[in-house]
């Protein structure tokens, strides 16, 4: 059973930073894909970023590119998602999950219907 435990969110105003991070159990970490969704309320989750097994690919929705940047350590088993110039649109909750692709970032299709309690981001102005 996989385990995602998400972190690092709070409350900051517009244009400041915060860093999340996801420590992930139950499953061999560096043979999965991950990515970052949110979910803003009375929205569905969108996915938001992934990243390849080994960190090579990248990609992120248009919104994150230029602010947001994945990365992920496999040896602690952690993803992190370094979040720059924050916008009020970014309020969500935020979660990671394990995701298809392998060693490519193929997009937000996830492996489990399993999530994490995640870490609730609020940018205010």
């Known amino acids: 059973q996989v385990q995602l435990a998400e972190s690092g969110g709070g409350s900051v105003q517009v244009g400041e930073s915060l860093r999340l991070s996801c420590l992930v159990g139950g499953l061999a970490f560096d043979a999965f894909a991950m990515a970052w969704f949110r979910q803003a309320p009375g929205k569905e989750r969108e996915g938001v970023s992934c990243?390849?097994?080994?960190?090579?690919?990248?990609k992120y929705v248009d919104s994150a590119k230029g602010r947001f940047t994945i990365r992920r350590d496999n040896a602690k088993r952690e993803l992190l998602f370094q979040m720059n110039d924050l916008k009020t649109e970014d309020t969500a909750m935020y979660f990671c999950a394990p995701v298809y692709g392998g060693d490519k970032c193929s997009g937000f299709q996830t492996i489990w219907n399993s999530w994490g309690q995640g870490t609730q981001v609020t940018v205010s102005s």
């Open positions: 990243i390849s097994m080994n960190g090579r690919d990248t």
